[in-house]
T-cell receptor, first 112, second 112 residues
Framework: GENVEQHPSTLSVQEGDSAVIKCTYSDSASNYFPWYKQELGKGPQLIIDIRSNVGEKKDQRIAVTLNKTAKHFSLHITETQPEDSAVYFCAAMNTGFQKLVFGTGTRLLVSP | DAGVIQSPRHEVTEMGQEVTLRCKPISGHDYLFWYRQTMMRGLELLIYFNNNVPIDDSGMPEDRFSAKMPNASFSTLKIQPSEPRDSAVYFC??????????FGEGSRLTVL
């Protein structure tokens, strides 16, 4: 089955800096790669996703890149703000099976 | 729509007691998922349903765990008998066949 590894487990940055979180996956059949943000006491919420037919997607300060050959994908947050502080999860799925497998999470702390 | 609704939000029980967690998915969604979140194991998929039918329960840890979806608007996850190692946050999520999961706010279970 699919296995998703995520690094780093914690990341501390100063407000205004960029943050990068990296993930690798094992199943070459996976074709959907979402990123979720989880705030304290809440359920995870989708912030951006990418499908295997594109290499990059951007939404304001957030971007995701995908390298299918290397089975890597990354989340990039620019101009970080304190409200970006949360736990971020990457995930991978073969949309034929609707079984989303999550990485272990990255705790991002943005200091003012 | 109010989103995915889970109850109870918090449950404290003693070892050996039966625990029932409840979920109301978003109306119109045809997939429902139960996840468990712990510090050690992260977000684990326990079981998911499509059109009220269980599709994959390979993540259910033991026979003590069972899940049902008697209709499109209700699902339960039952643990009987409960053990201290079952302490975790249990999330329900629902989706259309698009990949994006919508999570509830979770049920925090503590088994003493």
């Amino acid at each position: 089955g699919e296995n998703v590894e995520q690094h780093p487990s914690t990341l501390s940055v100063q407000e205004g800096d960029s943050a990068v979180i990296k993930c690798t996956y094992s199943d070459s059949a996976s074709n959907y790669f979402p990123w979720y943000k989880q705030e304290l006491g809440k359920g995870p919420q989708l912030i951006i996703d990418i499908r295997s037919n594109v290499g990059e997607k951007k939404d304001q300060r957030i971007a995701v890149t995908l390298n299918k050959t290397a089975k890597h994908f990354s989340l990039h947050i620019t101009e970080t703000q304190p409200e970006d502080s949360a736990v971020y999860f990457c995930a991978a799925m073969n949309t034929g099976f609707q079984k989303l497998v999550f990485g272990t999470g990255t705790r991002l702390l943005v200091s003012p | 729509d109010a989103g995915v609704i889970q109850s109870p939000r918090h449950e404290v029980t003693e070892m050996g007691q039966e625990v029932t967690l409840r979920c109301k998915p978003i109306s119109g969604h045809d997939y429902l998922f139960w996840y468990r979140q712990t510090m050690m194991r992260g977000l684990e998929l326990l079981i998911y349903f499509n059109n009220n039918v269980p599709i994959d329960d390979s993540g259910m840890p033991e026979d003590r765990f069972s899940a049902k979806m008697p209709n499109a608007s209700f699902s339960t996850l039952k643990i009987q008998p409960s053990e201290p190692r079952d302490s975790a946050v249990y999330f329900c999520a629902s989706s259309w066949n698009t990949g994006e999961l919508f999570f509830g706010e979770g049920s925090r279970l503590t088994v003493l």
